[in-house]
């Protein structure tokens, strides 16, 4: 949190700059952006900043790790324009997805208890394959992300030898849900493509159990994240009045 400031004082970019390791630049940008509220300007043209600012930026610093520099800023966008319903509304937003993404990694969890090999049965009717339409219609996501995720070692779906169409089996379709979710929980595909042959391979959850309490950590910290940013943003609101 920035230090305390006494009402009544005068600050310059460099005074809101130091205290929070920026560059006077930055600064200046925020304000341009409507991350902080309008400057005052001396005779010469130069900015001048108040203990409003100092809290304004504080408020902005606190909200990325939770929200994100976007949402952030368009929080004190908000603000700052007087819209202050939409603000919450993006603080709303923030949380649901958070939500979200807890419910994610408990899908994850209950998935991969159930996850043992399966044999790859020849495609025809009744046999649970699709094809890669379909499947990436039902994950919401384009069919160009699942080829992608083919080059990547994540999924490896036969080719039809009449029509040369990927089929996605019971176990191909298995893998590109796990995958799917996983990428909802922030990894990488480099990081994906060796936990899913380790589940192949061993057919439960134990390979996973490092990633997904690492996964825990990280959702904990943006909640918490989340806390800590409302109650700068709360401080700032008081000041504004």
Do not use: C
């Not at 969890?109 to 009717?125: I, M």
């Amino acid at each position: 949190m920035a230090k305390k400031l006494q009402s009544g004082i005068r600050l310059r970019p460099i005074d809101l700059a130091r205290g929070h390791g920026l560059s006077t630049q930055a600064v200046r940008n925020y304000e341009v952006d409507g991350i902080l509220p309008a400057a005052e300007r001396t005779p010469h043209g130069y900015r001048v900043y108040t203990p409003l600012h100092a809290a304004a930026l504080g408020a902005f610093l606190a909200l990325i790790p939770g929200h994100g520099h976007a949402t952030a800023a368009s929080i004190l966008r908000s603000v700052n324009r007087g819209t202050v319903d939409a603000a919450f509304q993006l603080l709303d937003e923030s949380h649901a997805q958070l939500l979200e993404d807890r419910r994610t990694l408990r899908a994850v969890e209950h998935a991969l208890r159930d996850l043992s090999p399966v044999a790859t049965p020849e495609p025809g009717p009744g046999s649970g394959h699709t094809f890669i339409g379909p499947l990436a219609h039902q994950l919401g996501i384009r069919p160009a992300t699942l080829r992608k995720w083919e080059r990547a070692g994540l999924v490896s779906p036969r080719r039809d030898p009449r029509t040369g169409y990927r089929v996605y089996d019971e176990a191909d379709v298995r893998d590109t849900r796990l995958a799917h979710q996983l990428r909802r929980g922030g990894y990488l595909l480099d990081q994906i493509a060796p936990l899913i042959t380790q589940v192949r391979s061993a057919g439960g959850l134990e390979p996973l159990e490092a990633a997904l309490a690492d996964w825990h950590g990280r959702l904990s910290d943006r909640g918490r994240a989340m806390l800590a940013g409302a109650a700068e943003l709360d401080a700032y609101l008081r000041q504004r009045g």
